[in-house]
């Protein structure tokens, strides 16, 4: 048997299991411009992974890109000091962002047809447009296959924020950057190595300004974690296939979890070799027993969380009240005509005049964060509530300020309450999934009888924009069940398939609607 020379790590107490080391030792023998994909499963300790090749590398100098705040200031904890750890906006804000007013929220379509004296139908073309551009690796605006009018639009709304005429984006300054990267009007030097996570959650524009960062790239995720397609995010991570066909680049797996216990892990391994077509089985490391309950409340939607709130006495919230009330608040405010304690981010709602005209833009823009504010709306403001002695709002703003009190408790509730996209990256004892998770098989009925797809292997492969789409619905559910270390209440319609065992070809054959 060959004897693998292992490097060693300095100042981890952690022993890694053979695929860390391998990986390690692989991360220490790159060669200048070539790239690393290491595909980890949930709980596979990815990130100390990345730490134990940080202090491997020690006298080397890294760039780690994380995928949002949080992860970086608990990153800046744990890698070495030879790491400088951002995430790719802040590394943008100093060359494209400074000296200009950025917008807290991204516009709406109301907004743009405002600023731009048009109809809110082209608006709504006009901000896809623009968002898909800010989001793309495009190198103009004219590369985009659209009618020349809208594109004349787009191209306004971007010189305006170039100008500060209007406030900027983050998306706006992250493309401006990305732009200048790639022309060479901006240098980035001094890296040996330029590490980017959750590269499966990545946009093309991310994508591209990583692949322009000199030395050594790292890229590390799970694309069975790609839960951001509808931010335009794109699968970084790539294929056996395609790394034996790129030269200078590699592929490494962690398939050992230490997060999940067996019977958590052979549910995520169902949802993967049934949905996703999985072959890789991922593997417990975890044998250990509960030091201190801590449990969660998954929901698919912050509506649902929201109702939690109002059944539960203490809780822990992983988003602000503020953020999470924040359209609920904002259409409550509309509604009884205070206009002015309606937040920034729907100012919009005063260009309508009433009920109907939302209902109609909810339609025309498919603003679901608005739909689902309305129903809640609906719900917690009407004759039942005035009935029972609430004045009008009073309600929605008791749940308000219930989430603000708990939210203040500094987490000293048993029970955190969160949706599956805010739960990423957390892991809890118990782990409960809310009801208002879809049913996939049913998803997948309706994906058949709509002739989208015309076999199982249409739904694991097809690139049609409504399977990418249902294909991101499994992975919220695989996020979800793996936040659980010790146990999963799993309440959601999906269950039950699992439950009697069902095959991709059994759901395709057997589920109607």
Same mark, same amino acid.
């Given at each position: 048997?060959?004897?693998?020379?292992?490097?060693?790590?300095?100042?981890?107490?952690?022993?890694?299991?053979?695929?860390?080391?391998?990986?390690?030792?692989?991360?220490?023998?790159?060669?200048?411009?070539?790239?690393?994909?290491?595909?980890?499963?949930?709980?596979?300790?990815?990130?100390?992974?990345?730490?134990?090749?940080?202090?491997?590398?020690?006298?080397?100098?890294?760039?780690?890109?994380?995928?949002?705040?949080?992860?970086?200031?608990?990153?800046?904890?744990?890698?070495?000091?030879?790491?400088?750890?951002?995430?790719?906006?802040?590394?943008?804000?100093?060359?494209?962002?400074?000296?200009?007013?950025?917008?807290?929220?991204?516009?709406?379509?109301?907004?743009?047809?405002?600023?731009?004296?048009?109809?809110?139908?082209?608006?709504?073309?006009?901000?896809?447009?623009?968002?898909?551009?800010?989001?793309?690796?495009?190198?103009?605006?004219?590369?985009?296959?659209?009618?020349?009018?809208?594109?004349?639009?787009?191209?306004?709304?971007?010189?305006?924020?170039?100008?500060?005429?209007?406030?900027?984006?983050?998306?706006?300054?992250?493309?401006?950057?990305?732009?200048?990267?790639?022309?060479?009007?901006?240098?980035?030097?001094?890296?040996?190595?330029?590490?980017?996570?959750?590269?499966?959650?990545?946009?093309?524009?991310?994508?591209?300004?990583?692949?322009?960062?000199?030395?050594?790239?790292?890229?590390?995720?799970?694309?069975?974690?790609?839960?951001?397609?509808?931010?335009?995010?794109?699968?970084?991570?790539?294929?056996?296939?395609?790394?034996?066909?790129?030269?200078?680049?590699? +592929?490494?797996? #962690?398939?050992?979890?230490? %997060?999940? *216990?067996?019977?958590?892990?052979?549910? /995520?391994?169902?949802? =993967?070799? !049934?949905?996703?077509?999985?072959?890789?089985?991922?593997?417990?490391?975890?044998?250990?027993?509960?030091?201190?309950?801590?449990?969660?409340?998954?929901?698919?939607?912050?509506?649902?969380?929201?109702?939690?709130?109002?059944?539960?006495?203490?809780?822990?919230?992983?988003?602000?009240?503020?953020?999470?009330?924040?359209?609920?608040?904002?259409?409550?405010?509309?509604?009884?005509?205070?206009?002015?304690?309606?937040?920034?981010?729907?100012?919009?709602?005063?260009?309508?005049?009433?009920?109907?005209?939302?209902?109609?833009?909810?339609?025309?823009?498919?603003?679901?964060?608005?739909?689902?504010?309305?129903?809640?709306?609906?719900?917690?403001?009407?004759?039942?509530?005035?009935?029972?002695?609430?004045?009008?709002?009073?309600? +929605?703003?008791? #749940?308000?300020?219930?989430? %603000?009190? *708990?939210?203040?408790?500094?987490?000293? /509730?048993?029970?955190? =309450?969160? !949706?599956?996209?805010?739960?990423?990256?957390?892991?809890?004892?118990?782990?409960?999934?809310?009801?208002?998770?879809?049913?996939?098989?049913?998803?997948?009925?309706?994906?058949?009888?709509?002739?989208?797809?015309?076999?199982?292997?249409?739904?694991?492969?097809?690139?049609?924009?409504?399977?990418?789409?249902?294909?991101?619905?499994?992975?919220?559910?695989?996020?979800?069940?793996?936040?659980?270390?010790?146990?999963?209440?799993?309440?959601?319609?999906?269950?039950?398939?699992?439950?009697?065992?069902?095959?991709?070809?059994?759901?395709?054959?057997?589920?109607?609607?």
């Amino acid at each position: 048997m060959k004897q693998q020379n292992n490097i060693q790590t300095k100042r981890s107490s952690f022993t890694p299991t053979q695929e860390q080391q391998d990986t390690i030792n692989k991360a220490v023998s790159m060669s200048p411009a070539e790239t690393l994909f290491i595909t980890a499963f949930a709980g596979a300790a990815k990130t100390s992974t990345l730490v134990m090749i940080a202090e491997a590398v020690a006298t080397s100098k890294m760039l780690y890109l994380a995928f949002n705040k949080a992860i970086v200031n608990e990153a800046q904890k744990r890698f070495p000091s030879n790491v400088e750890v951002r995430t790719t906006h802040s590394l943008a804000f100093r060359f494209t962002a400074k000296g200009k007013k950025v917008r807290v929220s991204n516009y709406r379509a109301a907004e743009i047809a405002s600023e731009l004296d048009i109809e809110y139908e082209k608006a709504v073309q006009v901000l896809s447009l623009f968002d898909h551009y800010c989001n793309s690796a495009l190198p103009s605006i004219s590369k985009i296959a659209a009618d020349e009018e809208i594109l004349k639009l787009v191209k306004t709304i971007y010189d305006r924020m170039q100008s500060g005429a209007m406030e900027i984006t983050h998306s706006w300054y992250l493309k401006e950057f990305q732009l200048l990267l790639v022309s060479g009007a901006i240098k980035i030097s001094g890296y040996h190595y330029c590490l980017l996570d959750e590269a499966q959650d990545v946009n093309p524009v991310t994508l591209s300004i990583f692949t322009h960062l000199p030395g050594r790239r790292i890229a590390v995720g799970d694309k069975h974690q790609k839960i951001y397609g509808f931010r335009g995010a794109i699968d970084a991570m790539v294929g056996e296939e395609k790394v034996k066909s790129t030269p200078g680049t590699s +592929i490494m797996r #962690l398939t050992t979890t230490f %997060r999940c *216990q067996q019977h958590i892990v052979d549910h /995520a391994n169902w949802i =993967l070799g !049934t949905f996703k077509g999985e072959k890789t089985q991922i593997i417990s490391a975890n044998n250990s027993h509960p030091t201190k309950e801590s449990m969660a409340v998954i929901t698919r939607t912050n509506s649902a969380l929201i109702e939690y709130i109002d059944d539960i006495d203490e809780f822990n919230l992983t988003r602000t009240p503020e953020l999470l009330f924040d359209c609920l608040l904002s259409l409550l405010n509309w509604k009884y005509g205070r206009h002015g304690e309606i937040s920034k981010a729907f100012k919009f709602l005063t260009f309508f005049s009433n009920m109907a005209e939302i209902n109609n833009y909810v339609e025309q823009s498919n603003d679901q964060e608005l739909a689902q504010g309305l129903k809640l709306l609906e719900k917690y403001d009407n004759a039942e509530w005035a009935n029972r002695g609430f004045r009008a709002g009073a309600k +929605i703003r008791k #749940l308000y300020e219930k989430a %603000r009190i *708990q939210y203040n408790q500094n987490g000293l /509730a048993k029970v955190t =309450l969160t !949706t599956a996209h805010s739960c990423k990256g957390l892991e809890f004892d118990t782990a409960i999934l809310g009801s208002d998770f879809p049913n996939l098989g049913e998803i997948i009925a309706k994906l058949r009888k709509d002739k989208v797809i015309t076999s199982p292997d249409d739904f694991l492969l097809s690139k049609k924009q409504e399977v990418v789409a249902a294909r991101e619905e499994c992975n919220l559910y695989y996020v979800a069940v793996t936040r659980a270390k010790y146990e999963l209440q799993d309440r959601t319609p999906t269950f039950d398939l699992y439950a009697d065992h069902m095959t991709i070809d059994d759901i395709f054959s057997q589920i109607s609607v």
